[in-house]
Protein backbone atom coordinates (compact mmCIF):
# COMPACT_ATOMS: atom_id res chain seq x y z
CA UNK A 1 0.00 0.00 0.00
CA UNK A 2 1.29 3.77 -0.64
CA UNK A 3 2.34 5.79 2.00
CA UNK A 4 -0.18 8.04 3.20
CA UNK A 5 0.33 11.56 1.23
CA UNK A 6 -1.30 13.88 4.21
CA UNK A 7 -2.03 13.61 7.87
CA UNK A 8 -5.65 12.80 6.77
CA UNK A 9 -4.55 10.10 4.79
CA UNK A 10 -2.54 8.47 7.71
CA UNK A 11 -5.59 8.56 9.52
CA UNK A 12 -7.83 7.24 7.80
CA UNK A 13 -5.58 4.53 7.01
CA UNK A 14 -4.77 4.06 10.95
CA UNK A 15 -8.60 4.13 11.22
CA UNK A 16 -9.20 1.76 8.33
CA UNK A 17 -11.14 -1.17 10.35
CA UNK A 18 -13.15 1.35 11.97
CA UNK A 19 -16.55 -0.56 10.70
CA UNK A 20 -15.20 -3.91 12.48
CA UNK A 21 -15.90 -2.10 15.65
CA UNK A 22 -18.15 -3.37 17.83
CA UNK A 23 -19.87 -0.21 19.07
CA UNK A 24 -20.06 3.25 19.28
CA UNK A 25 -17.78 3.94 22.45
CA UNK A 26 -15.21 1.47 20.84
CA UNK A 27 -15.40 3.78 17.69
CA UNK A 28 -15.69 7.23 19.65
CA UNK A 29 -12.42 5.79 22.09
CA UNK A 30 -10.53 5.15 18.74
CA UNK A 31 -11.60 8.69 17.20
CA UNK A 32 -10.41 10.37 20.80
CA UNK A 33 -6.63 8.62 20.07
CA UNK A 34 -6.28 9.23 17.05
CA UNK A 35 -7.18 13.06 17.43
CA UNK A 36 -4.84 12.80 21.10
CA UNK A 37 -2.04 13.05 18.21
CA UNK A 38 -3.22 16.33 17.02
CA UNK A 39 -3.49 17.35 20.85
CA UNK A 40 -0.04 16.25 22.25
CA UNK A 41 1.94 17.91 19.21
CA UNK A 42 0.34 21.10 19.44
CA UNK A 43 2.11 24.02 20.67
CA UNK A 44 -0.42 26.01 22.56
CA UNK A 45 -4.48 26.44 22.28
CA UNK A 46 -5.05 22.36 21.64
CA UNK A 47 -8.49 22.58 21.94
CA UNK A 48 -8.59 24.26 18.86
CA UNK A 49 -6.22 22.54 17.13
CA UNK A 50 -7.91 19.35 17.26
CA UNK A 51 -11.07 21.20 16.06
CA UNK A 52 -8.85 23.27 13.12
CA UNK A 53 -7.50 19.29 12.20
CA UNK A 54 -11.65 17.85 12.15
CA UNK A 55 -12.63 20.47 10.38
CA UNK A 56 -10.03 20.05 7.91
CA UNK A 57 -10.25 16.28 7.39
CA UNK A 58 -14.24 16.67 7.09
CA UNK A 59 -13.27 18.92 4.25
CA UNK A 60 -10.81 16.96 2.58
CA UNK A 61 -12.69 13.14 2.59
CA UNK A 62 -15.97 14.95 1.75
CA UNK A 63 -15.81 13.35 -1.09
CA UNK A 64 -14.58 9.91 -0.01
CA UNK A 65 -17.26 7.14 -0.06
CA UNK A 66 -15.69 4.36 1.52
CA UNK A 67 -17.34 2.94 4.76
CA UNK A 68 -14.13 4.00 6.59
CA UNK A 69 -14.42 7.29 5.58
CA UNK A 70 -17.95 8.23 6.13
CA UNK A 71 -17.68 5.97 9.19
CA UNK A 72 -14.59 8.12 10.90
CA UNK A 73 -16.17 11.31 9.79
CA UNK A 74 -19.24 10.86 11.51
CA UNK A 75 -16.91 9.69 14.62
CA UNK A 76 -15.15 12.95 14.68
CA UNK A 77 -18.47 15.08 14.26
CA UNK A 78 -19.67 13.26 16.93
CA UNK A 79 -16.59 14.08 19.41
CA UNK A 80 -15.61 17.51 18.21
CA UNK A 81 -19.15 18.85 16.93
CA UNK A 82 -18.15 22.44 16.64
CA UNK A 83 -16.16 21.89 14.14
CA UNK A 84 -16.78 23.57 10.58
CA UNK A 85 -18.67 21.28 8.64
CA UNK A 86 -19.54 18.77 11.85
CA UNK A 87 -23.29 19.24 11.09
CA UNK A 88 -23.76 18.60 7.57
CA UNK A 89 -22.20 14.97 7.99
CA UNK A 90 -24.54 12.22 7.56
CA UNK A 91 -23.50 8.22 7.81
CA UNK A 92 -22.25 6.69 4.78
CA UNK A 93 -24.47 3.58 3.02
CA UNK A 94 -22.38 0.86 4.61
CA UNK A 95 -21.78 2.21 7.98
CA UNK A 96 -22.43 -0.15 11.04
CA UNK A 97 -25.65 0.28 12.60
CA UNK A 98 -24.05 1.72 16.00
CA UNK A 99 -22.76 4.84 14.30
CA UNK A 100 -26.85 5.94 15.05
CA UNK A 101 -25.65 6.77 18.42
CA UNK A 102 -22.43 8.24 18.42
CA UNK A 103 -22.54 10.84 20.72
CA UNK A 104 -25.91 9.90 21.95
CA UNK A 105 -25.41 9.26 25.63
CA UNK A 106 -27.16 10.76 28.98
CA UNK A 107 -25.36 11.24 32.59
CA UNK A 108 -26.40 8.32 35.04
CA UNK A 109 -24.47 9.85 37.69
CA UNK A 110 -21.89 12.07 39.19
CA UNK A 111 -19.04 12.41 42.01
CA UNK A 112 -16.21 14.45 43.78
CA UNK A 113 -13.45 12.75 45.73
CA UNK A 114 -10.10 14.48 46.98
CA UNK A 115 -7.78 14.94 50.02
CA UNK A 116 -8.73 16.81 52.73
CA UNK A 117 -6.15 19.77 52.02
CA UNK A 118 -7.71 20.83 48.81
CA UNK A 119 -4.44 19.66 47.09
CA UNK A 120 -6.06 17.76 44.30
CA UNK A 121 -9.56 17.10 43.19
CA UNK A 122 -10.92 14.20 41.27
CA UNK A 123 -14.32 14.45 39.75
CA UNK A 124 -16.77 11.30 38.31
CA UNK A 125 -19.31 11.25 35.67
CA UNK A 126 -20.97 8.35 34.40
CA UNK A 127 -22.80 7.98 31.21
CA UNK A 128 -25.19 5.64 29.11
CA UNK A 129 -26.07 5.33 25.08
CA UNK A 130 -29.82 5.64 24.91
CA UNK A 131 -29.47 2.04 22.91
CA UNK A 132 -26.42 0.49 25.16
CA UNK A 133 -26.76 -2.56 22.49
CA UNK A 134 -25.29 -0.38 20.06
CA UNK A 135 -24.27 2.04 21.82
CA UNK A 136 -22.23 0.18 24.04
CA UNK A 137 -21.61 -0.35 28.02
CA UNK A 138 -22.06 2.09 30.61
CA UNK A 139 -18.73 3.70 30.92
CA UNK A 140 -17.36 6.50 33.22
CA UNK A 141 -15.39 9.95 32.33
CA UNK A 142 -12.83 10.54 35.73
CA UNK A 143 -10.83 13.75 35.51
CA UNK A 144 -7.94 14.91 38.43
CA UNK A 145 -7.86 18.53 38.99
CA UNK A 146 -4.39 19.77 40.49
CA UNK A 147 -5.06 22.94 42.54
CA UNK A 148 -1.60 23.16 43.42
CA UNK A 149 -0.64 24.36 39.35
CA UNK A 150 -4.16 24.78 38.64
CA UNK A 151 -4.96 22.50 35.41
CA UNK A 152 -6.79 19.23 35.14
CA UNK A 153 -3.89 17.16 35.10
CA UNK A 154 -5.40 13.80 33.73
CA UNK A 155 -8.33 12.53 32.21
CA UNK A 156 -9.87 8.77 31.95
CA UNK A 157 -12.54 7.31 30.03
CA UNK A 158 -13.41 4.10 30.84
CA UNK A 159 -15.24 1.26 32.47
CA UNK A 160 -17.27 -0.96 34.20
CA UNK A 161 -18.49 2.12 35.16
CA UNK A 162 -19.93 0.94 38.32
CA UNK A 163 -16.92 -1.04 39.52
CA UNK A 164 -14.85 2.20 38.88
CA UNK A 165 -16.83 4.50 41.23
CA UNK A 166 -17.04 1.58 43.92
CA UNK A 167 -13.20 1.77 43.68
CA UNK A 168 -13.10 5.14 44.17
CA UNK A 169 -15.50 5.08 46.83
CA UNK A 170 -13.81 2.21 48.71
CA UNK A 171 -10.35 4.23 48.65
CA UNK A 172 -11.83 7.07 50.27
CA UNK A 173 -13.59 4.97 52.97
CA UNK A 174 -10.29 3.71 54.14
CA UNK A 175 -8.15 6.61 54.02
CA UNK A 176 -9.07 9.05 56.66
CA UNK A 177 -7.69 12.07 54.93
CA UNK A 178 -9.20 11.85 51.73
CA UNK A 179 -13.27 12.41 51.30
CA UNK A 180 -16.08 11.47 48.55
CA UNK A 181 -19.06 12.94 47.94
CA UNK A 182 -22.47 13.36 45.38
CA UNK A 183 -21.57 15.88 43.23
CA UNK A 184 -23.79 18.08 41.25
CA UNK A 185 -23.19 17.28 37.11
CA UNK A 186 -23.01 21.32 36.66
CA UNK A 187 -20.57 21.88 38.94
CA UNK A 188 -18.44 19.66 37.26
CA UNK A 189 -18.72 20.76 34.05
CA UNK A 190 -18.02 24.44 35.39
CA UNK A 191 -14.57 22.61 37.32
CA UNK A 192 -13.05 20.62 35.05
CA UNK A 193 -13.61 22.70 32.13
CA UNK A 194 -12.34 25.53 34.01
CA UNK A 195 -8.87 23.71 34.38
CA UNK A 196 -8.94 21.53 30.90
CA UNK A 197 -8.76 25.41 29.55
CA UNK A 198 -5.48 26.09 31.13
CA UNK A 199 -4.13 22.24 30.53
CA UNK A 200 -5.10 22.96 26.64
CA UNK A 201 -2.88 25.59 26.78
CA UNK A 202 0.53 24.36 28.44
CA UNK A 203 3.36 24.20 26.05
CA UNK A 204 4.50 20.94 27.42
CA UNK A 205 1.76 18.15 28.67
CA UNK A 206 1.99 16.13 32.23
CA UNK A 207 4.02 13.43 31.23
CA UNK A 208 1.84 10.60 32.33
CA UNK A 209 -1.65 9.52 32.16
CA UNK A 210 -4.32 9.15 28.75
CA UNK A 211 -4.64 13.43 29.08
CA UNK A 212 -3.97 13.24 24.77
CA UNK A 213 -5.91 9.87 24.09
CA UNK A 214 -8.87 10.81 25.95
CA UNK A 215 -8.96 14.67 25.57
CA UNK A 216 -11.89 14.70 23.07
CA UNK A 217 -13.86 12.17 24.41
CA UNK A 218 -13.72 13.79 27.35
CA UNK A 219 -14.96 17.13 25.66
CA UNK A 220 -17.87 15.16 23.97
CA UNK A 221 -18.55 13.85 27.48
CA UNK A 222 -18.50 17.34 29.33
CA UNK A 223 -21.43 18.86 26.54
CA UNK A 224 -23.23 16.17 27.94
CA UNK A 225 -23.62 17.35 31.24
CA UNK A 226 -25.51 20.56 32.60
CA UNK A 227 -24.22 23.94 31.49
CA UNK A 228 -22.75 25.49 34.53
CA UNK A 229 -24.29 27.82 36.58
CA UNK A 230 -23.42 31.42 36.66
CA UNK A 231 -21.08 31.52 40.13
CA UNK A 232 -22.23 33.45 43.00
CA UNK A 233 -18.33 34.69 43.11
CA UNK A 234 -15.41 34.94 41.28
CA UNK A 235 -14.30 31.62 39.70
CA UNK A 236 -10.79 32.39 40.75
CA UNK A 237 -10.42 33.23 44.27
CA UNK A 238 -8.61 36.99 44.58
CA UNK A 239 -5.29 37.60 46.71
CA UNK A 240 -6.02 39.26 49.38
CA UNK A 241 -5.98 43.22 49.44
CA UNK A 242 -3.44 44.94 51.11
CA UNK A 243 -5.97 45.24 54.37
CA UNK A 244 -7.08 41.73 54.44
CA UNK A 245 -3.71 40.91 54.56
CA UNK A 246 -2.93 43.10 58.18
CA UNK A 247 -6.09 41.51 58.95
CA UNK A 248 -5.01 38.22 58.83
CA UNK A 249 -1.72 38.61 60.26
CA UNK A 250 -3.35 40.36 63.27
CA UNK A 251 -5.87 37.41 63.73
CA UNK A 252 -3.21 34.72 63.23
CA UNK A 253 -0.47 36.76 66.36
CA UNK A 254 -3.92 36.65 68.43
CA UNK A 255 -4.08 33.10 68.13
CA UNK A 256 -3.45 30.06 70.38
CA UNK A 257 -1.29 28.34 67.44
CA UNK A 258 1.05 31.84 67.09
CA UNK A 259 1.04 31.79 71.53
CA UNK A 260 2.20 28.03 71.11
CA UNK A 261 5.14 29.18 68.97
CA UNK A 262 6.01 32.24 71.02
CA UNK A 263 5.80 34.28 67.74
CA UNK A 264 3.94 37.43 69.84
CA UNK A 265 6.77 37.71 72.48
CA UNK A 266 9.36 37.66 70.00
CA UNK A 267 12.71 40.19 70.79
CA UNK A 268 12.21 43.62 68.66
CA UNK A 269 15.13 42.56 67.05
CA UNK A 270 12.96 39.43 65.49
CA UNK A 271 10.42 41.25 64.56
CA UNK A 272 11.19 42.07 61.10
CA UNK A 273 12.50 38.88 59.92
CA UNK A 274 8.65 37.63 61.84
CA UNK A 275 6.49 40.05 59.24
CA UNK A 276 8.86 39.38 56.35
CA UNK A 277 8.16 35.65 56.70
CA UNK A 278 4.30 36.39 57.29
CA UNK A 279 5.06 38.28 54.23
CA UNK A 280 6.56 35.25 52.47
CA UNK A 281 3.53 32.83 53.43
CA UNK A 282 0.93 35.04 52.26
CA UNK A 283 2.86 35.83 48.67
CA UNK A 284 3.12 32.33 48.06
CA UNK A 285 -0.68 31.28 48.71
CA UNK A 286 -1.46 34.13 46.35
CA UNK A 287 0.98 32.51 43.48
CA UNK A 288 -1.86 30.00 43.35
CA UNK A 289 -4.97 30.21 41.44
CA UNK A 290 -7.19 30.01 44.44
CA UNK A 291 -4.72 32.15 46.40
CA UNK A 292 -6.61 30.87 49.52
CA UNK A 293 -3.81 31.58 52.86
CA UNK A 294 -5.21 28.94 54.57
CA UNK A 295 -4.86 26.17 52.32
CA UNK A 296 -1.79 24.50 53.79
CA UNK A 297 -1.05 20.59 52.90
CA UNK A 298 2.41 19.04 53.09
CA UNK A 299 2.84 19.31 49.48
CA UNK A 300 2.08 22.96 50.17
CA UNK A 301 4.25 23.26 52.17
CA UNK A 302 7.07 21.44 50.15
CA UNK A 303 6.43 23.39 47.09
CA UNK A 304 7.19 26.45 49.85
CA UNK A 305 9.92 25.14 51.81
CA UNK A 306 12.28 23.66 49.23
CA UNK A 307 11.15 25.45 46.07
CA UNK A 308 9.45 29.09 46.12
CA UNK A 309 11.02 30.79 48.50
CA UNK A 310 14.49 30.06 47.56
CA UNK A 311 13.67 31.34 43.76
CA UNK A 312 12.06 34.64 44.84
CA UNK A 313 13.22 35.89 48.41
CA UNK A 314 16.37 36.66 49.47
CA UNK A 315 16.52 35.49 53.56
CA UNK A 316 19.06 36.25 56.19
CA UNK A 317 20.13 33.91 58.80
CA UNK A 318 17.46 35.93 61.34
CA UNK A 319 14.88 34.88 58.53
CA UNK A 320 16.11 31.40 57.67
CA UNK A 321 15.90 30.47 61.72
CA UNK A 322 12.46 32.14 61.81
CA UNK A 323 10.92 30.68 58.79
CA UNK A 324 10.28 27.22 59.49
CA UNK A 325 8.82 27.84 62.99
CA UNK A 326 6.60 30.65 61.56
CA UNK A 327 5.02 28.23 58.67
CA UNK A 328 4.45 25.67 61.45
CA UNK A 329 2.31 28.22 63.60
CA UNK A 330 0.42 29.40 60.51
CA UNK A 331 -0.11 25.60 59.19
CA UNK A 332 -1.75 24.59 62.09
CA UNK A 333 -3.96 28.08 62.65
CA UNK A 334 -5.04 27.32 58.56
CA UNK A 335 -5.93 24.14 59.57
CA UNK A 336 -7.98 25.04 62.42
CA UNK A 337 -9.75 27.69 60.40
CA UNK A 338 -10.35 25.00 57.71
CA UNK A 339 -11.50 22.36 60.24
CA UNK A 340 -9.23 19.63 59.95
CA UNK A 341 -9.22 17.05 62.21
CA UNK A 342 -6.09 16.98 64.34
CA UNK A 343 -4.59 14.13 62.68
CA UNK A 344 -4.26 15.82 58.98
CA UNK A 345 -3.46 18.88 61.05
CA UNK A 346 -0.38 16.71 62.44
CA UNK A 347 0.50 15.08 59.29
CA UNK A 348 1.68 18.85 57.78
CA UNK A 349 3.39 19.39 60.75
CA UNK A 350 5.36 16.43 61.27
CA UNK A 351 6.06 17.22 57.11
CA UNK A 352 7.63 20.28 58.18
CA UNK A 353 9.67 19.29 60.86
CA UNK A 354 11.15 17.06 58.48
CA UNK A 355 12.09 19.55 55.58
CA UNK A 356 13.55 21.65 57.84
CA UNK A 357 17.32 20.26 57.16
CA UNK A 358 16.81 20.02 53.43
CA UNK A 359 15.49 23.64 54.03
CA UNK A 360 18.76 24.48 55.50
CA UNK A 361 21.15 22.91 53.35
CA UNK A 362 19.35 24.50 50.23
CA UNK A 363 19.46 27.78 52.45
CA UNK A 364 23.01 27.57 52.72
CA UNK A 365 23.94 26.26 49.44
CA UNK A 366 21.78 28.75 47.41
CA UNK A 367 21.55 25.86 44.69
CA UNK A 368 17.91 27.00 43.80
CA UNK A 369 18.08 30.35 43.92
CA UNK A 370 16.79 32.31 40.41
CA UNK A 371 19.49 34.36 38.70
CA UNK A 372 17.64 37.70 39.89
CA UNK A 373 17.40 36.13 43.27
CA UNK A 374 21.11 35.35 43.11
CA UNK A 375 22.22 38.22 42.13
CA UNK A 376 20.36 40.22 45.22
CA UNK A 377 21.57 37.94 47.79
CA UNK A 378 24.91 38.56 46.33
CA UNK A 379 24.42 42.53 46.06
CA UNK A 380 23.32 42.42 49.75
CA UNK A 381 26.56 40.49 50.44
CA UNK A 382 28.83 42.30 49.38
CA UNK A 383 27.23 45.34 51.44
CA UNK A 384 25.57 47.37 48.78
CA UNK A 385 22.82 49.44 49.68
CA UNK A 386 19.64 48.79 47.05
CA UNK A 387 18.66 52.38 47.78
CA UNK A 388 21.53 53.92 46.68
CA UNK A 389 21.70 54.64 43.08
CA UNK A 390 24.99 55.25 42.31
CA UNK A 391 26.19 52.23 44.35
CA UNK A 392 23.68 49.77 42.67
CA UNK A 393 24.92 50.96 39.20
CA UNK A 394 28.37 50.64 39.87
CA UNK A 395 28.60 47.08 41.40
CA UNK A 396 25.96 45.91 38.40
CA UNK A 397 29.12 47.40 36.36
CA UNK A 398 31.29 45.36 38.29
CA UNK A 399 28.95 42.55 38.07
CA UNK A 400 28.08 42.54 34.95
CA UNK A 401 29.73 38.90 33.52
CA UNK A 402 28.47 36.92 35.94
CA UNK A 403 24.75 38.87 35.22
CA UNK A 404 24.76 38.31 32.02
CA UNK A 405 25.19 35.42 29.60
CA UNK A 406 28.24 37.39 27.49
CA UNK A 407 31.50 36.14 28.59
CA UNK A 408 33.26 39.36 28.06
Not at 38 to 57: K, L, S
Not at 155 to 179: L, S, Y
Not at 180 to 199: G, I, K, N, Q, Y
Request: proline content about 7%.
Amino acid sequence: MATPQTPYDAVLHAARDVTRLDSALDAEMLGAALLGSVYAVAEHDREQAVREFVTGFLAATSRRRSAAATTLRAVFAALVPDAEGAARVRPGAYAPTWTAQLGRVHVTGAWAYGDVYGDQTSYLATFAYDDEEQGGPEHALVALVDHNIGITKDVFVGGPAARIVEQAREICTEDEFTWFRTEDPARMHAEVSRHLAVTDDLTELPAQGSLATDRALVGARLAVLPGPTPPAGPAVVPPPTDEERTRLVRAFLDSSEAARFGLPEVADGELASLHFCLGLLLDHAASFPDADPMRWSPMVAELFLLDWVHRRAVLDMDDAAMLPRVLRAWAAYAARQRGLSQPAAARTDEAITEMVPEFARLYSTGERRSPATAAVAQLMADGVDPDDPEALNAWIEANRHRLTDDPA
